[in-house]
């Protein structure tokens, strides 16, 4: 079944005026700033397929610098995001690319830097407002916006799996499923995993502990 | 979760429980929250509602294709043919939606270019049968599990089944919301959902420049005098020959053969007209 809550068809509170193009955009770019865990300086737009022939209509382009701003889709801030990336001094270019057949028409890829760090983030808006991250500092992603999501950066070596399992039980979270993508030549790994319940913030602190554990975001959207 | 419309009547009459009752003791059945956390989080979804409408008539709004602004006000006048209460609530539908498409703060029912119809028909049907607002919310609760319904049955989206699954669908849900607040039969609900249905299926989605403007803001119109039709006419005793959920089941297939120009890609009906492509020139021709 496509909806399994009475919440799926009446529950999307959210600032117009479409659910792919404008909340769905927006959520997108919410989980990338919560990826990158910290406020970027400067970001890089680049618009695929249906998002960069309509942005401008359905307001996409500002509901993208809004979810970077931290705004959530249903924030009626969200139609002040220009004004607030300048106040906030945040740079931002926007730019139409092509990132190929394999991505949804509904895609955008997100470059965030500060003076330390960068990471590219890739997300599509499916339907209905709902997301995936496709891919995350190029490694292949698949998770959307359900809560209670961990995803951790790890160096690809053994026992990294069992040291994250192992931590989460310590917790009493249940893993309801959990997924790896790696990249065999910088050896390291993407893993998301959600929880059946609610992960706490100490997680990410008795993560750390692991030399092979690059950094930790929870998202819970 | 309930597969049918006949289902769903059906078991609420068999175990004498209120629809909304039902309703809402299945939902937290088979997503173990709580009913009362339930309850409060549709009672905010209902205040969210109610605030967009209260903030929309206080709001101008500028709109990308600049002629659509600003046109619904203009039915806040005397009816001519209508009512004026069945002005109002055309008036009300057009106002959230127009609030929608300038980036207003709404409730998508079942989307965000359908998310005028539910509350206008809602706010106007309490205010004419002079009902509570707990009236309000527990016809809010059939809608939802009406629209769930099609939703799993056939679609809840312009992309997949054209308008009919977007303003035919909230017009659907309206129509048996306010049938079971008026105190109607549940022979009564089914004949308003199938009667409602029925008028827009095969309604195509033809965004001018694919923007959720023309003509989805003035769609959310007929899609409010279509529930009011529909209930009226099951009220009366009208009945539908065709089932509730055989006409879902057709209008799935409706919207699975509508081509693709005409599932809101912006490329077929009144948005390839010469006056709908030179608008999107207009609005893109800097881009």
């Known amino acids: 079944m496509k909806y399994t809550s009475i919440f799926d068809v009446i529950g999307h509170i959210m600032v117009g005026p479409s659910s792919s193009h404008t909340a769905g955009a927006c959520q997108i770019a919410y989980v990338a700033q919560l990826l990158f865990g910290k406020k970027p300086k400067s970001v890089k737009i680049g618009l695929h397929g249906s998002f960069a022939e309509t942005y401008r209509g359905h307001g996409t382009d500002i509901a993208i610098l809004a979810g970077l701003l931290g705004f959530k889709p249903e924030d009626e801030e969200i139609k002040n995001a220009f004004e607030i990336a300048q106040e906030e001094g945040l740079n931002y270019t926007f730019e139409i690319v092509d990132l190929g057949s394999e991505y949804h028409p509904n895609s955008v890829s997100i470059e965030m830097s500060d003076k330390i760090e960068k990471m590219t983030v890739i997300g599509s808006s499916i339907g209905g407002g709902n997301i995936i991250i496709k891919n995350v500092n190029g490694l292949d992603a698949g998770f959307g916006g359900e809560p209670n999501t961990l995803v951790i950066l790890n160096q690809d070596k053994i026992g990294a799996l069992v040291n994250i399992a192992n931590t989460l039980s310590k917790f009493n979270l249940n893993i309801g499923s959990m997924k790896i993508s790696r990249d065999l030549k910088k050896k390291i790994a993407l893993t998301w995993l959600e929880a059946d319940s609610v992960i706490p913030d100490e997680v990410i602190s008795a993560l750390k502990k692991y030399s092979e554990i690059k950094w930790v975001r929870i998202i819970n959207v | ?287």
């Open chain 2, 1 to 287: 979760m309930f597969e049918s419309i006949s289902q769903l009547l059906d078991e609420s009459e068999t175990k004498s429980i209120p629809l909304h009752k039902l309703i809402l003791k299945d939902e937290s059945e088979y997503t173990h929250i709580s009913e009362s956390d339930i309850i409060e989080r549709l009672k905010n979804t209902l205040a969210i509602m109610k605030q967009s409408l209260e903030k929309a008539l206080t709001t101008d709004i500028e709109l990308p294709i600049k002629e659509a602004s600003n046109q619904a006000k203009k039915l806040l006048t005397p009816g001519i043919f209508f009512g004026d209460n069945m002005k109002d609530a055309i008036a009300w539908a057009m106002i959230i939606s127009e609030y929608n498409s300038g980036m207003g703060l709404i409730v998508a029912a079942p989307t965000a270019g359908s998310s005028g119809v539910l509350p206008a028909v809602l706010f106007k049907a309490k205010d004419i049968l002079g009902k509570s607002e707990e009236d309000v919310f527990n016809a809010l609760v059939v809608a939802a599990a009406i629209g769930a319904i099609i939703g799993n049955r056939a679609m809840l989206s312009g992309s997949e089944g054209g308008c009919q699954a977007e303003v035919g669908v909230a017009s659907a849900m309206s129509a048996a919301a306010i049938t079971y607040m008026a105190g109607g039969s549940h022979t009564q609900i089914s004949n308003a959902i199938a009667l409602s249905l029925k008028n827009l299926l095969g309604l195509i989605c033809d965004p001018v420049a694919g923007l959720v403007i023309s003509p989805c803001i003035k769609r959310n119109a007929i899609g409010v005098v279509n529930a009011f039709l529909a209930t009226e006419m099951a009220l009366s005793g009208l009945t539908s020959i065709i089932p509730a959920d055989e006409i879902i089941d057709a209008m799935m297939k409706v919207g699975r053969k509508l081509p693709y120009e005409l599932k809101e890609t912006g490329l077929g009906g009144i948005a390839a007209t010469k006056t709908g492509k030179r608008i999107k020139k207009n609005i893109f021709s800097d881009k």
